[in-house]
Nanobody, 122 residues
């Protein structure tokens, strides 16, 4: 059983940066594809980025390309989302999710974290 915990959210001014962490317990992350999602108030959840398990290839939604970077440190059982040049429209609860799959994005993920709030405002 994999347990995921997100951290690193907070309040940041437009143009600022945050680094989110998704830390796993209960199992190694080595064989899991991991995705980051977000959900803003009144909106549907949307995929932001994901990272493969087999070779750490990455995928990004168009609205974060060039601003966000996903990475993983399997030794620390952690996947990171570095978010730069943040905009007010990036405000949302950010979730990480994992599935024992080699590649992503996936239509479903087996394990989800509880989410961390990111607020971009002046």
């Amino acid at each position: 059983q994999l347990h995921l915990v997100e951290s690193g959210g907070g309040l940041v001014q437009p143009g600022g940066s945050l680094r989110l962490s998704c830390t796993a317990s209960g199992d190694t992350l080595n064989y899991y594809a991991v995705g980051w999602f977000r959900q803003a108030p009144g909106k549907e959840r949307e995929g932001v980025s994901c990272i493969w398990s087999i070779d750490s290839s990455t995928s990004y939604a168009d609205f974060v390309k060039g601003r966000f970077t996903i990475s993983r440190d399997n030794a620390k059982k952690t996947v990171y989302l570095q978010m730069n040049s943040l905009k007010p429209e990036d405000t949302a609860v950010y979730y990480c999710a994992a599935d024992p799959a080699p590649k992503c994005p996936l239509s479903t993920y087996h394990y989800w974290g509880q989410g961390t709030q990111v607020t971009v405002s002046s």
